[in-house]
C-alpha cells in the first residue's frame, strides 16, 4: 500500500545548528502536512503544501514541496530549546477521500 | 469550545478484556479519526470516518471495532485485547484540513 518514509528517525543537535528533516512518498501526493508533537503532547498542524515546487517559511521553520509532489522536507534554522519535539508529515491516501497517512516521525533533540 | 475530547486518560487492561475509547468533538467535523502511536513505527491509522454512519479501515484495523453514531461521537472499541495493543490512542478530526487531535489515551495490556 501507499507508503510515507521519514528520514531520520533522530536528530541530535546543538542549539544553534540547523536541522533537516526529509518525507518520501511512494506515490504522488495532492498536499502533504506537517505536524509537530512536543513531548508528551499531540500533535499539532504546522502547514499544508499543495502546489509543486511550492517552499512556506514560518519564521525560522522553512517547508518544501518536490516537483513530483512525492517528497517533502522541513528546515530548522538555528535551532532553540522550544522545537524540541517530533515532526511528522503526513499526506492523503491516493483515491480514498480524506484518509491521511503519517511518516514515522524525526524526534528533534536540542542541547543547549 | 473544548476541540477534541478522549477519554479515558489512562487505561490498563488484561489479556483479553474489552474496553471502548471514546472520542467526541465540538467542532461540527465531518471527518474523524482513530491512530496510534508506537515509538519508531509513528501514527498509524487504525479507522476513518467521513461522515456520521460511515466508517472505513485504515492501515491496522485489526483488532478494534468503530462506531459513528452521531456527527460529534466517534468511539474506538477492543473487543479482547492483546499486549500488541499497548499504545497510545489518538482520535482526531477535521473539516478538511487541518487535523485536530485529542489528548490521548495510554492503553497497556498486561
Known amino acids: 500500500g501507499q507508503q510515507v518514509m521519514q528520514i531520520p528517525q533522530y536528530q541530535h543537535v546543538q542549539e544553534g545548528e540547523d536541522f533537516t528533516t526529509y518525507c518520501n512518498s511512494s506515490?504522488?501526493?495532492?498536499?502533504i502536512q506537517w505536524y509537530k508533537q512536543r513531548p508528551g503532547g499531540h500533535p499539532v498542524f504546522l502547514i499544508q503544501?499543495?502546489?509543486?515546487?511550492e517552499v512556506k517559511k514560518q519564521k525560522r521553520l522553512t517547508f518544501q514541496f518536490g516537483e513530483a509532489k512525492k517528497n517533502s522536507s522541513l528546515h530548522i534554522t538555528a535551532t532553540q530549546t522550544t522545537d524540541v519535539g517530533t515532526y511528522f508529515c503526513?499526506?492523503?491516501?491516493?483515491?480514498?477521500?480524506?484518509?491521511?497517512?503519517f511518516g514515522q516521525g524525526t524526534e528533534l533533540s536540542v542541547k543547549p | 469550545n473544548a476541540g477534541v475530547t478522549q477519554t479515558p486518560k489512562f487505561q490498563v487492561l488484561k489479556t483479553g478484556q474489552s474496553m471502548t475509547l471514546q472520542c467526541a468533538q465540538d467542532m461540527n467535523h465531518n471527518s474523524m479519526y482513530w491512530y496510534r502511536q508506537d515509538p519508531g513505527m509513528g501514527l498509524r491509522l487504525i479507522y476513518y470516518?467521513?461522515?456520521?454512519?460511515?466508517?472505513d479501515k485504515g492501515e491496522v484495523p485489526n483488532g478494534y471495532n468503530v462506531s459513528r453514531l452521531n456527527k460529534r461521537e466517534f468511539s474506538l472499541r477492543l473487543e479482547s485485547a492483546a499486549p500488541s495493543q499497548t499504545s497510545v490512542y489518538f482520535c482526531?478530526?477535521?473539516?478538511?484540513?487541518?487535523?485536530?487531535f485529542g489528548n490521548g489515551t495510554r492503553l497497556t495490556v498486561t
Open positions: 503526513a499526506g492523503p491516501v491516493y483515491n480514498q477521500g480524506g484518509k491521511l497517512i
Open positions: 506515490t504522488t501526493l495532492s498536499n
Open positions: 503544501l499543495v502546489k509543486s515546487g
Open positions: 470516518s467521513a461522515s456520521e454512519g460511515t466508517t
Open positions: 482526531a478530526s477535521c473539516l478538511g484540513t487541518p487535523l485536530h
